[in-house]
Nanobody
């Protein structure tokens, strides 16, 4: 089973940037497509971005396209989310997990504790 630890969240002004990290334990990390999700207060968790096993393919929801960049380093068992031009509506707890490509749902019942991103206007 993969264990996930997200970090890098914080408070930032609108227009600012943050880089989130997700460190995975276990040697099976490189077998999985990975994705980021977020959950805003009072809302359901939503898919944000995904990256293929090799890192050669990525996918973003329209609301973050052009502002967020997902990447991974398999040797470090880590996936990143670079977030630029942040908006107040990006405020949420961000989670990473293994993902089913095209379904944009979690492939495993494995979630970290999440990292809180707060964007002030």
């Amino acid at each position: 089973q993969v264990q996930l630890v997200e970090s890098g969240g914080g408070l930032v002004q609108a227009g600012g940037s943050l880089r989130l990290s997700c460190a995975a334990s276990g040697r099976t990390f490189s077998r999985y497509n990975m994705g980021w999700f977020r959950q805003a207060p009072g809302k359901e968790r939503e898919f944000v971005a995904a990256i293929t096993v090799s890192g050669g393919g990525t996918y973003y929801v329209d609301s973050v396209k052009g502002r967020f960049t997902i990447s991974r380093v398999n040797a470090k068992s880590t996936v990143y989310l670079q977030m630029n031009s942040l908006k107040p509506e990006d405020t949420a707890v961000y989670y990473c997990t293994a993902i089913i490509w095209y379904r944009w749902t979690n492939a495993l019942d494995a979630w970290g504790q999440g990292t809180l991103v707060t964007v002030s206007s």
